[in-house]
Structures are given as C-alpha cells and as structure tokens.
C-alpha cells in the first residue's frame, strides 16, 4: 500500500505572525533585507546576496530585460525565460548588462510627417511623454527635435496636424555627446533647467537620452544590485535539455546567476546537468535547481547535484493546474516550512547554508511575508510582476478596465514543454498552465516599495533586523476559519462597496 502521510497540505493564508519584542533598534532604516543566493560555508559568510529578497520568474509573460533592469534597480533580480532560442536569451542578458543607468534608448520616436493622433498612440503605448523627432522615425537616425505633452493641446490642437509644426527643433536642444559621462550629463541637464538630454553622435544621429527624472531615481534606489564591475545583476533560466550550450552563450553575455528550471527538479535530468555545468564552469558560477517540494529532494539537490540555491513549490503558481492534471504537489507552506528545516538541518551537520526561494502562488503581501517568516530565503514571483508596466506584455483594456497578459510556460502559449517533460516525444499531450489575463497594477517600483515596506514594518513587529533573525524568531500560529472572518473588516459597511451596491 501507498504512504499515506498523517498531514495536511497547508498554505500561507492559513497562518498568522505574533509580534515580539520591538526595541528603538527596530526602525526600518536598521533593517537589512540582505538575502543569500549562493551556497557558502560557515567559516567563509555570505557569498552573492540580494539586496531585497525578491525575484521574478522566468517565465515569457514577465521577464525580460526591461523588468530585469527595473527589478535589478530596487535590489532584487530578474530571471530571464528560457523557453526562446539561445540567442534571443543571450541578448535579453546583455541588454540588461549593456544598460547604463541614465543614459536610455529612446522608444518613442516618430518622423516629422507623423501626426499629433499618431503622438497619443504612441505616448499611450509606451506611457513615456517625451517623444524623439528623427528623420526617419528610427531611433539611431538623425535627430531633429523632440516633441513633449507641453507643445500641444491634445483636446485643443487638431490631432491631423503633423508633428513638424509643434516639435522643439534641435537648433533649440542642448545635447550631450556620445562618450560624456553621466555625471556630465547631468551636470547640463541642471545647469540648462531641462527635462531631458538628447546624447548623440558626430553625425548627429540619436543615440541615448537622459532624463532628469532619472537623476533622483538612481538617487532614491540605494539597494541597486550590482556586479563587482557596477553593472546591474541578472539571472537567467537553463532548461535540462540544451543547458550546455545556452549557458555558455548566457555566460558570454554576462548573466550572474542561472536556475535549471524545471516543474519537478527531483531527478537525475537536474542532477546531471548541474554536476556537468559545475564541471565546466567550477564554483565561478551560481546555479540553482529546482523545484521540489520535500526534505529529501532538497538534500538531494543540495547534497548530491551541489546546487547553490534550492526553488520550492510545485503546483501553487496563480497560472498552473499541475496539481488538477497530475494530482501532484503540496501546499505551498507545507513545502517551505519542510523544506527550511531541512536546510537548516543540512546546515548543521555540514556548515553548508544552501538558500531555499518560495517558488510560486503569492497572491499578496502578506503571504511573501509569511513565506519570508517560514525559512524562505527569497521569494519568486510571477503573477505578481505581470501585472506590471514593465513585464514584456501589451496593456488591454476591456470594459474600462485595464489589463495585461499572463501565460504559463506549461501552456500551450508558452510551449515550454522542457519544463515539464523529460519523454522524448516532441508531441504534447496536455497543458500544466492557462493562458489568462491580470489586472494592471502599474509601475512596478511603487508596488514592490510598498511591499518592502510592509515587509520592514512586519520585521520591526517580531523585533528583528534581519531575514535570518526573521527564521529564528517568527513565531507563527494556524488561523481559525474564524479568525480569518476576524481579519477582515468587521461590522462596517466600506463606502466602494455602498456605492457599487447603489449603481
Ligand atoms: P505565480 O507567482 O503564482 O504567478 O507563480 C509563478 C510560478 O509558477 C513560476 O515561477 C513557476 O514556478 C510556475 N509556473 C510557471 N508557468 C507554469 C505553468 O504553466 N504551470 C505550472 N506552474 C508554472
């Protein structure tokens, strides 16, 4: 007969935090969200950290290179899809590595024939206001002006009209050259009271901008996640399949860390892969495996493939419907808290620390907090940075209401069958995720801001000033279904609600 375990398989809304002891050394600027993503030793610290302990998945519908940079900017990291080919991954990476926090490719531009309806659509597209008026409409080809909301009317002028009757010609701009340096550029952009500096080449041809905007962002990011040469940081996925090949190429490009991504990483396919990248390439890189969902998957992982971190979750991402086709998983605490104690039981009998990172299924803040509070080292998210302006997708609206795709890499969109299957067939027989649609949240950085401080205020509640302290000392209870009717708002009626009801 099967084993049947005596447990239930639990999730992270079932459980609460009690507060400790909060002491004046409690404040958020005392607290570090340093987070481990690299095996270490005992007697050597912590190896390669993120600076806020939250990653994005490597999945089509979220990571690419822009949320990379912007997810890179706040301290945490992006994982850049396999499921593309070798090239276009390789590319992503370098995007990310060639990026030069200030100076930005410009994405909107048109030639001065475009009219004033195609400036909207753009602007719209985009949401950038400043729009570069080049000869061709191309973004490297010969500047002649730049063209912002303040040149025009929209419910004013007449939207036919073209754009060269409104741009602000060059002989107007002031310029940087390309080789000058940010700290140059800015120094103009302060002295001229301008919004932005076109930079371009002797010919005149544009190649970045910089805006002033920028100046205080890079100044209000001080947990940026950068290399040891100050460029940002990024991760990138290897399937079990090509891994030899792609992280080569990967590597060439400049990526920091790689994951095998795989729904079930309890096997010799991860193993294999993971032992012959390490013999390659030696302890120069950081790889993870994954994703397991028990004790003894972790130390395999651990202890016989000699990964660096260890993913966790199989079946709880918002997308995926594992666990209704296979009837395989595990609640997604039920997973963490195994698989924490595991870790921390490896790390005594050893002296090695090998991070875990919740994979999957946080649909709130407060479950990353949880989840954090639980053992997790670091938390993955998908859904979470889908519905952000910076994951690859296009807006849509529907019913006045904004939305953005998301897609599983198990489905038939994503046909990201490597991740799921180890048969040789190249048939597919049935789908692990959906195709869907999730509410648009926004910009990204004002979204994870308010999580970070959620999370600080939690921390500070316990009495703790580190993530580590945070495993040590949370103290967690199960919550009665009743409780969880206690945590909501009680015996109030709330005024959306009211006026919804009244429509
Ligand atoms: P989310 O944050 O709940 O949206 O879950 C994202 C996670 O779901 C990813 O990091 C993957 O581990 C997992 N995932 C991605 N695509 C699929 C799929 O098609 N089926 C099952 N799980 C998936």
């Given at each position: 007969m099967a084993i049947i375990l005596d447990e239930i398989s639990r999730t992270f809304q079932e459980y609460l935090l009690l507060p400790g002891c909060t002491t004046t050394e409690h404040t958020h600027d005392k607290i570090s969200l340093k987070a481990p993503i690299q095996r270490y030793h005992k007697s050597e610290g912590m190896k390669a950290k993120l600076n806020i302990p939250i990653v994005s998945s490597a999945m089509q519908a979220v990571t690419g290179s822009k949320l990379s940079v912007a997810l890179a900017r706040k301290g945490g990291c992006g994982f850049i899809f396999c499921s593309q080919s070798i090239e276009d991954q390789a590319k992503m990476v370098r995007q990310v590595k060639e990026h030069k926090a200030g100076f930005v490719e410009s994405d909107s531009n048109l030639s001065p024939s475009a009219t004033l309806a195609d400036v909207i659509e753009l602007r719209n597209k985009t949401g950038h206001s400043t729009i570069a008026i080049t000869e061709d409409g191309g973004k490297h080809s010969k500047l002649l002006g730049l063209l912002t909301s303040k040149d025009?009317?929209?419910?004013?002028?007449?939207?036919?009209?073209?754009?060269?009757?409104?741009?602000?010609?060059?002989?107007?701009?002031?310029?940087?050259?390309?080789?000058?340096?940010?700290?140059?550029?800015?120094?103009?952009?302060?002295?001229?009271?301008?919004?932005?500096?076109?930079?371009?080449?002797?010919?005149?041809?544009?190649?970045?901008?910089?805006?002033?905007?920028?100046?205080?962002?890079?100044?209000?990011?001080?947990?940026?996640?950068?290399?040891?040469?100050?460029k940002l940081f990024v991760g990138a996925a290897l399937n079990t399949y090509d891994y030899m090949?792609?992280?080569?190429?990967?590597?060439?490009?400049?990526?920091?860390?790689?994951?095998?991504?795989?729904?079930?990483?309890?096997?010799?396919?991860?193993?294999?892969?993971?032992?012959?990248?390490?013999?390659?390439?030696?302890?120069?890189?950081?790889?993870?495996?994954?994703?397991?969902?028990?004790?003894?998957?972790?130390?395999?992982?651990?202890?016989?493939?000699?990964?660096?971190?260890?993913?966790?979750?199989?079946?709880?991402?918002?997308?995926?419907?594992?666990?209704?086709?296979?009837?395989?998983?595990?609640?997604?605490?039920?997973?963490?808290?195994?698989?924490?104690?595991?870790?921390?039981?490896?790390?005594?009998?050893?002296?090695?620390?090998?991070?875990?990172?919740?994979?999957?299924?946080?649909?709130?803040?407060?479950?990353?907090?949880?989840a954090l509070a639980m053992g997790a080292d670091f938390v993955m998210m998908g859904r979470y940075f889908a519905m952000t302006s910076e994951s690859p997708t296009p807006k849509i609206s529907h019913k006045g209401r904004v939305y953005k795709p998301y897609w599983g890499e198990g489905s038939n969109r994503a046909r990201n069958w490597q991740r799921y299957s180890q048969s040789s067939s190249k048939t597919l027989t049935f789908e692990e995720g959906v195709d869907a649609y999730v509410p648009y949240s926004g910009n990204m950085s004002e979204t994870l801001d308010v999580t970070v401080l959620k999370l600080k205020s939690t921390m500070s509640n316990v009495g703790v000033n580190s993530l580590n302290d945070f495993h040590k000392n949370a103290k967690l209870v199960r919550v009665s279904e009743m409780t969880l009717v206690e945590s909501g708002t009680g015996s109030v009626e709330q005024l959306d609600r009211i006026l919804s009801e009244e429509k």
């Open positions: 025009f009317w929209e419910f004013k002028d007449d939207l036919s009209k073209p754009v060269s009757e409104y741009y602000t010609p060059s002989e107007k701009l002031i310029f940087g050259e390309v080789g000058i340096s940010l700290q140059e550029a800015t120094d103009k952009l302060w002295q001229s009271k301008k919004e932005c500096l076109p930079i371009i080449d002797k010919n005149g041809a544009l190649h970045s901008l910089v805006f002033r905007k920028d100046f205080y962002d890079h100044k209000t990011n001080p947990d940026e996640l950068t290399d040891d040469k100050k090949d792609r992280a080569g190429s990967l590597i060439e490009a400049g990526v920091d860390v790689m994951v095998l991504d795989s729904s079930d990483g309890y096997g010799e396919w991860q193993k294999n892969a993971a032992l012959e990248l390490r013999e390659e390439y030696g302890s120069d890189i950081i790889l993870g495996g994954g994703n397991v969902v028990t004790a003894e998957a972790f130390r395999y992982l651990a202890d016989v493939a000699k990964v660096d971190f260890v993913k966790v979750g199989i079946g709880g991402g918002s997308i995926c419907i594992t666990r209704e086709q296979k009837g395989i998983g595990r609640g997604q605490a039920s997973s963490v808290m195994e698989v924490a104690k595991e870790r921390d039981k490896y790390f005594q009998e050893t002296g090695h620390y090998i991070p875990i990172c919740s994979d999957g299924g946080l649909s709130s803040d407060t479950q990353i907090i949880i």
